[in-house]
C-alpha cells in the first residue's frame, strides 16, 4: 500500500527548499543511522527534461555540505539517484511528480490493473487519460481512481510515448 508521508519528512521539507528552486523534484528520501554513520538514499526528478549523471553530481555537490552540517562529527554516506523507467511508488505524492508520464495500477475497488497516463492528482484521486484494463482489454479516455483504491502503482514506460 501506498503513503502519504514524504511531505512530512524533515529531511525532504529541508532538501526541497533548496532543490526547488533549480528545477529538481525529490521523489524520495530514506536516512539510516548505523552504528556513528547516516546513510542517506536521495531520488530526484528534473521539472522540465530527462535527469542526467551530471544532475545528481549537482544535486550531490549542493546536498552533501548542507547535511555534513546537519550530521555533524557521523560518518556521512550520501547516494543521489534518478527514479528509472520503471518506478514503484511509495508515496502519492509521486502521482503528482509524474503527470504527463504513462503509470499501471492495481485498483483494488475494480480488481484490475489499468495503464494509462497520468491526467492530474490531488489528495484523494489520480485521474488517468487514454487508460487501458489489462485484464478485460476495456480502455478509454479517462478514468478517476481513488487513493483508497490504489493496492500498487509504478511508472509504466513504453517506446511509443516517446515523441
Request: net charge negative; aromatic share 10%.
Amino acid at each position: 500500500m501506498l503513503k502519504n508521508e514524504i511531505r512530512k519528512d524533515k529531511l525532504f521539507q529541508d532538501l526541497i527548499s533548496v532543490l526547488e528552486p533549480i528545477g529538481i523534484d525529490i521523489v524520495a528520501v530514506n536516512s539510516v543511522d548505523l552504528h556513528g554513520s547516516v546513510n542517506v538514499s536521495l531520488i530526484i526528478r528534473k521539472k522540465t527534461e530527462t535527469e542526467t549523471v551530471n544532475d545528481c553530481a549537482e544535486v550531490y555537490n549542493i546536498v552533501y555540505p548542507r547535511l555534513s552540517v546537519r550530521y555533524e562529527s557521523r560518518n556521512l554516506n550520501l547516494e543521489v539517484s534518478t527514479p528509472g523507467i520503471q518506478r514503484v511508488f511509495k508515496d502519492y505524492y509521486e502521482f503528482e511528480l509524474f503527470v504527463g508520464k504513462r503509470c499501471r495500477i492495481y485498483d483494488d475497488g475494480r480488481n484490475g490493473t489499468f495503464s494509462g497516463i497520468i491526467e492530474s492528482s490531488d489528495n484523494d484521486i489520480v485521474v488517468l487519460s487514454d487508460w487501458k484494463n489489462e485484464d478485460t482489454g476495456e480502455s478509454g479516455e479517462r478514468l478517476e481512481i481513488s487513493f483508497a483504491d490504489v493496492h500498487k502503482a509504478k511508472l509504466d514506460y513504453k517506446w511509443e510515448d516517446v515523441r
